[in-house]
C-alpha cells in the first residue's frame, strides 16, 4: 500500500474514530439517566422488563406530560389485546362497565334523562315524561355544566355525566345552562327501567284485521318480561299477525335471546355454542308463558344494524320455518363475549365461542341474506314487512276455507 493511500487509511480511521465517538457521546448521554434502572429491571426476574425498560427511556426523555399509573396499565391492557387481531375482544374502563352493566340489567338509580353530547361538546339534557328530573324542573336542551358541585370537563364526554347514576333514594344536584341562565335541581334519584320492549297496534287498509309491531332494541335481564307483557296486550286486542322488528338492535344477552325465541317457537333449536376445548352446546326455547300459536304469521324486520343475540333470534326463526325476514343483510357477528370484572370495576371482554345457527352455519363475517330485500330507509322497510305479513294473512285464511 503507498504512503498516499495509507494516509488517506488513516484519515478515514480517524474521521470514523471522531464520529463513533461523537455519536457515542450522545447516545451516552440519552441512556446515562436510565442505564442502572435497565440493570434492575432485568434483574429482578421481570417478565415484562422489556415494557419497563421501554417506559423508563419515556419517563426520563419525554417532552410532554405522563400519564398516570393506571392510564399506563390501562394502555398496556389495550395494547395487550389488539395483538389477538379480534375486534370483540376489548378492554372496558370502570365508568363505561358501570353503564354497561346497568343496561345489561334493564334498571338503575337515576334521574331519568337522555344524554346528548352536542357540537360544541356539551351534554344535553332529555327528562323521561314524568321522570324525577322533569318533576324537578330540568327541560329539554338544558345543557349539564355541574354535578354536586363538580363542574364538568369542556369539552365534555358522556362518561362525565356517569355521576347523576346512584343509589335510589339519594340526591344529586345538578347545575344546567338553560340560554344564559344558569339553574341548579336537586333531584332524588328514584329506580329507572330501560324499556327494550316497544309495541303498538298497526290498522291499514288492505288488512282486515290489526297488525301488532314489536320491535326489541336490545336483549337485557329485562326483555323477556317486557315482550310477556307486550304480547298480552296485542293478544286481547284481537291481532293475528305479527311485525318484529330487530334493525339497529345490537344484540345483548344470549340467555334473553333464547327466551324471545321461545314467544315464537317451541321444542325447537335456538342456536349452537361451540367453545375451545369443550363440547358443544345447544341452546333449545324454553317454556314460557304466553307464547303465540306458531300459526299465527310473522315477518321480522333486520338491518346491517341487526347484530349478534338479535341475528341469533333471527336464525331461528327463519330456519323452523316462523318467519319471513325483511329488510336489508345483517350484520354478521357471531361470536360470543364472556365479560371477567377486573378489581377496580373495568372489565375485559373474551371472544371464548362462536354461535353456529339452528341449520349449523357461521353466522360471522357472514350475516343473513333477507328473504325480501327493502329499501334502505325505516318507513319503507317498514311497509314492506306490513305487506309481506298480509301476504301471510290472506294466504293463512285461504288455506283455512279451502280445508273445511
Known sequence: MSRVSRFGVGVLLALWSVA??????????????????????????????????????????????????????????????????????????????????????????????????TPEGRIALSPT????A?????????????VDGVPLPFPASIEDAMRLRGEEG????????????????????????????EHRIIT???????????????????TAAQLEAALRALAQAGVQGYVLDLRDNAGGLLNAAVEVTSFFLRDRIVAYEVRRNQAEIVHRTRSVSHALP??????????????SAAEVVAAALRDHQRAVLVGQKTLGKGSVQFVFELRDGSAVRVTAARWLTARREQLDGKGLNPDV??????????????RTLIARLRSGVKEARSSS
Do not use: C
Open 373 to 386: 330485500l327493502a329499501e334502505d330507509d325505516a318507513e319503507s322497510q317498514l311497509q314492506t314487512a306490513l
Open 20 to 117: 463513533a465517538f461523537g455519536s457515542g457521546y450522545l447516545l451516552r448521554a440519552a441512556v446515562a439517566p436510565v442505564e442502572y434502572r435497565v440493570e434492575r429491571i432485568y434483574g429482578a426476574g421481570n417478565d415484562h422488563a422489556l415494557l419497563d425498560e421501554a417506559w423508563a427511556y419515556v419517563e426520563s426523555h419525554f417532552v410532554g406530560d405522563l400519564p398516570d399509573a393506571t392510564a399506563r396499565e390501562y394502555g398496556a391492557i389495550r395494547g395487550a389485546l389488539s395483538t389477538l387481531n379480534d375486534p370483540y375482544t376489548s378492554f372496558v374502563e370502570p365508568a363505561p362497565r358501570a353503564v354497561e352493566r346497568d343496561h345489561m340489567r334493564g334498571v338503575f338509580g337515576g334521574i331519568g334523562v337522555q344524554l346528548r353530547l
Open 134 to 146: 322533569e318533576r324537578a324542573g330540568v327541560r329539554e336542551g338544558d345543557l349539564l355544566v355541574a
Open 170 to 197: 339519594t340526591v344529586v344536584v345538578i347545575e344546567v345552562l338553560r340560554g344564559s341562565q344558569r339553574l341548579k335541581f336537586a333531584i332524588t334519584r328514584e329506580r329507572i327501567e330501560l324499556p327494550s320492549v
Open 294 to 307: 306458531e300459526t299465527q304469521p310473522l315477518v321480522v324486520l333486520v338491518n346491517g344494524g341487526t347484530a
Open 129 to 132: 315524561p314524568d321522570g324525577p
Open 204 to 222: 291499514t287498509t288492505a288488512a282486515a284485521l290489526p297488525i301488532g309491531y314489536v320491535a326489541i332494541r336490545g336483549f337485557t335481564e329485562r
